[in-house]
């Protein structure tokens, strides 16, 4: 009886934690979305990864560079539908990432990666943010883009791996420019 109890609480229970979520300013978004790179003016299919903690870009020719100063970075973007045209960033911060088992190079003596780390403005659905996101060559992936959980704070999201494409093609409002 008492389990019987139990389980009716929690089916009656269940709807109401997903109004809680969605008055919380939460979007459910799915496993996989579009991403629109408002800088790069490029729409990416993104794998969003609550186990991962940055968000990476599928780059090539990763170079840095002084410019007034400052320490920039140069790239390619490595996607199919990339034109051929460099693209220049300021460096945020290296980020180190931990090597999976089979990128571990014991006569490295190094159990991370030092990746670039560049600032790009990304709006998922309706939703527009400027995340982190390191530079690293992720053609062997099937996305270019990946959210890691970090970002996906940043776009108070919710990710239901059944879903994909729930949030549909980006559609943010363009940015407001402020009167000077």
């Given at each position: ?75 390619y973007l ?76 940043r776009f108070?999201a919710l ?22």
């Open positions: 009886m008492q389990l019987r109890l139990t389980t009716l609480l929690l089916l009656f229970l269940l709807p109401a934690l997903g109004v809680t979520a969605q008055a919380a300013g939460k979007t459910v978004y799915g496993l996989n979305e579009y991403a629109h790179i408002g800088e790069l003016d490029e729409v990416l299919a993104a794998k969003l990864d609550t186990g991962a903690k940055t968000a990476s870009l599928s780059a090539r020719d990763i170079k840095r560079f002084k410019r007034d100063g400052e320490t920039w970075v140069r790239f490595a996607t199919d539908s990339a034109d051929r045209e460099p693209i220049e960033r300021p460096l945020a911060r290296i980020s180190k990432i931990k090597r999976r088992h089979g990128d571990f190079d014991p006569d490295e003596d190094k159990a991370y990666t030092a990746r670039p780390v560049i600032e790009l403005e990304v709006c998922l659905g309706k939703v527009r943010r400027t995340i982190e996101v390191n530079l690293t060559d992720r053609s062997a992936f099937q996305y270019p883009l990946l959210i890691g959980s970090d970002a996906l704070k108070g990710v239901d791996p059944s879903l994909k494409y729930a949030a549909g093609q980006p559609g943010c409002p363009l940015a407001k420019k402020t009167a000077e």
